[in-house]
Every structure is written in structure tokens, then in C-alpha cells.
């Protein structure tokens, strides 16, 4: 069985548009096809809000013609995965009365929907728990009977303004958006295997803001974004050393280590400076000099990282296996770096990338790709459950809410 799908990931950094075709086997070793891709940089965002609805809908347009010539495919409606900028991460505890009649499907819905405030719209309702007249840790209430229901939902929300704009943008170009999702969420689907029921913490580390998730097994319980990433190494770079903006990130990318130190430390680089006047010369700085500047800032992101999740009262065993993933994660010397943090010492720290996507370009295999194969894979399984009808009446419940990790 096969059937297409397309991706768009929307960042502050970059957009991408993914056409694929998933081809589910019998042995299920499934995999993903791409058959195009496009990506550029992101015009008309800043960070947390849209400047200009007509650049974000060029630079939206341009990734999904590349995309769809490379496929030689038309594209009608894509899913679009939503930065974490975007997202509001709630825990919300529910109760309702049931004076002995059965818990049917508009019981959990109503539940569900008294979660989301007016103004946003849920993307994902994941319940955690719920519970019947007392008695904790029922996984499918459907059909039982009793005084009181009470559940834990985790909702991941958005604002319905910047939905209905984002909406625009497609619907002028014959596009119909068949649903939005959480970018982080997605990136963490497409690393964890659903088999593995570890807790597990996982680190995107983007352009303007480093997402953390927590994953207990199949169900996300903590989600979080910080607004500091890779961009925020570049930015210090460029002010330290007085240089440019593309001179800066080519001394990331380049020569750019996270604390680690290596034979080229005594040795030195040559960048192009920038005096008040807008002046240029050639200067020559130490290799330590530039690690130093990266290492402090990604031990900035680290302790904010530590702050939100023991803030939040996350279990410590989350910490015991990190998984790293995003563009950012490509740093030199990052994976090691962050095992040797105090509150991570001991911690299984891994660099992780899709597996299972099938495609000509390096892109698709790294770590960058991760969010739009995780939403790929997401919207298949939708795609599955509402034709061959598989899952559950609770379960189709929790897909119309955009819930089921």
C-alpha cells in the first residue's frame, strides 16, 4: 500500500515544503519516499510573530514549486507543522459529572474542548490520565459508568489569528491545509521508537528557540521552548569579534567547537573585522577565543533548559537518555559536551536523525529533517485510521482532537 503525502514545516530560519509516499510493507518495515523537497529561508517572520503575510506567503509558495516539480506532483493540501514560538503547552486537569449514566464520546469531546480557550485552537489534546470515581490510570473510559470522570489532558494550542492568516496564505494559492501541528512534537515522533518505553528528553536545538520534550514511552508530557538556538551563537559571534553576520556563522560552522578541546587550540584563525566606520581589516584570533564565546552561550541554553524542567517538577530519570536532534545539534563537539554537564553526567547523550526516509538528498537523512519526517509519518497514520477505520471509537475521538501521540 502506498500513498502521498506533503509537509510544510514553517521556521523562523527556514521553511521546506516535503512531498513523500509512504509504502507500508507487509513486514512492517515501512518507509518514506520523498519524491521532492524544496526549502529556503523564511521571509516575513521574527521571532513570535508574522511582519509581513505577503513574504511568508512567497517564501511558502516558492518551497512547495520546487517541491512539486521535483515530484512532477500537484500539490492540493499539505499539513503544516508550526514553530515552537507558536505553541502553548498546557496541563489541564478536568472533571464532570456523570450521576451513574455511561461515558459515551461527546463526554470526552466536551472535556476536550473545555480545555482550549476561545481565542486558540487545539492541535493536540494527549489525554494522560484519567480517572472514574476515584480509581486512577484508565486508558479508555468509553462505555463505563459511574458518579464522577476526571482526566489530565496535555494541549498543545495557537493562537486562531495567526491559524487564520497562515490559511490565507494557502487557500489564495488553491492549497487546502488539512491540518497544523506542533513542529517539536513532530520532531520528537519521528526519533522515538513508540517500542521503547524509557523516558527519554529530547533537545531540538533550531535557529531562534531550542525545543524540549519529555517522552514517557508513546505519550509526550512535557513540552517547553526556550528563545535562544543556534542563531543566538552567531549573533554573539558577530558582536564579539566585530565581524558580519555570514563571516560569523562561517566561523560556527567552520571552526566552531562546543568546550572541547582539541590540538588547534594554541593555533589561530583569520577573520575579517568591522570598525564603526563600516572599516574592514584582517585580524588573527586564537581558536580558544571563538570556542569560548560558543561554549558560553550553550551553557546558557543548558542551565535554561535544567531551570524550565526542574521548575516544572519533571522527574530527574528523563535526564538519563538525551536525544539531540535539529540543525543546531550539528555543532562540533556538542553531544560530548552536554554528557559532561553535572545534571547529565551518566545521561546517554546521542545525536539522532530519521531512519527510514528513503531519498536522493543529504537533507533528508540529517537531523534538520527530523520535524518534517515526524509529521509525514503523523499524517499517514491519520490518513489510515480515518479510511481503513483500525482504531478504536476513543481513539478516533482523540485523532479528531488532534490527540494520540
Not at 302 to 316: C, P, R, S, V, Y
Not at 329 to 348: A, C, D, T
Amino acid at each position: 500500500m502506498s500513498k502521498e503525502l506533503t509537509a510544510v514545516v514553517l521556521g523562523t530560519n527556514t521553511v521546506c515544503a516535503v512531498i513523500a509516499k509512504y509504502i507500508k510493507k507487509n513486514n512492517s518495515s515501512n518507509k518514506l519516499k520523498i519524491l521532492g523537497v524544496g526549502y529556503q529561508a523564511t521571509q516575513g517572520l521574527e521571532y513570535s510573530k508574522i511582519v509581513n503575510l505577503n513574504e511568508v506567503e512567497s517564501s511558502i509558495v516558492n518551497v512547495i514549486s520546487t517541491a512539486s516539480n521535483m515530484a512532477q506532483k500537484r500539490v492540493r493540501s499539505v499539513i503544516v507543522a508550526l514553530p515552537p514560538w507558536a505553541i502553548n503547552s498546557q496541563l489541564f486537569e478536568i472533571s464532570q459529572e456523570l450521576n451513574q449514566t455511561a461515558i459515551d464520546a461527546s463526554v470526552i469531546q466536551k472535556m476536550m474542548a473545555d480545555c482550549v480557550a476561545a481565542n486558540r485552537e487545539a492541535l493536540h489534546v494527549i489525554p494522560i490520565d484519567y480517572s472514574l470515581d476515584g480509581t486512577s490510570n484508565i486508558k479508555d473510559p468509553i462505555g463505563m459508568t459511574g458518579n464522577k470522570i476526571s482526566a489530565i489532558f496535555h494541549v498543545l494550542s495557537a493562537r486562531k489569528n495567526l491559524l487564520n492568516n497562515l490559511k490565507n496564505c494557502f487557500n489564495k494559492n488553491n492549497i487546502e491545509v488539512i491540518a497544523f501541528v506542533s513542529a517539536p512534537l513532530m520532531s520528537a515522533l519521528a526519533l522515538v521508537n513508540n517500542d521503547n518505553k524509557q523516558k527519554m528528553l529530547v533537545i531540538d536545538v533550531g535557529g531562534s528557540c531550542t525545543s524540549i520534550s519529555c517522552i514517557s514511552g508513546d505519550t509526550l508530557l512535557y513540552l517547553d521552548n526556550i528563545p535562544i538556538g543556534s542563531n543566538s551563537i552567531t549573533h554573539d559571534i558577530l558582536t564579539v569579534l566585530k565581524t558580519d553576520e555570514s563571516d560569523a556563522e562561517r566561523l560556527k560552522v567552520l571552526y566552531g567547537i562546543a568546550g572541547m578541546p582539541t590540538t588547534n587550540e594554541q593555533q589561530n584563525i583569520i577573520i575579517t573585522t568591522i570598525d564603526e566606520v563600516g572599516e574592514r581589516s584582517i585580524q588573527s584570533i586564537p581558536y580558544s577565543m571563538l570556542n569560548m564565546i560558543i561554549s558560553s552561550r550553550v551553557d546558557e541554553i543548558l542551565d535554561t533548559i535544567k531551570k524550565h524542567i526542574l521548575d516544572n517538577n519533571i522527574d530527574e530519570e528523563y535526564f538519563q537518555t538525551v536525544l539531540l536532534t535539529g540543525g543546531g545539534s550539528r555543532l562540533v563537539g556538542l553531544q560530548e559536551y552536554i554528557g559532561s554537564k553535572n545534571f547529565l553526567i551518566g545521561s546517554s547523550v546521542s545525536i539522532v536523525s530519521p531512519t527510514g526516509v528513503v531519498g536522493n538528498d543529504d537533507y533528508v537523512k540529517s537531523a534538520s529533517f527530523a520535524t518534517a519526517t515526524g509529521t509525514l509519518l503523523y499524517g499517514f497514520e491519520k490518513m489510515e485510521k480515518t479510511v481503513f477505520k483500525k482504531n478504536s471509537l476513543f481513539e478516533r475521538i482523540k485523532s479528531w482532537f488532534g490527540g494520540g501521540v
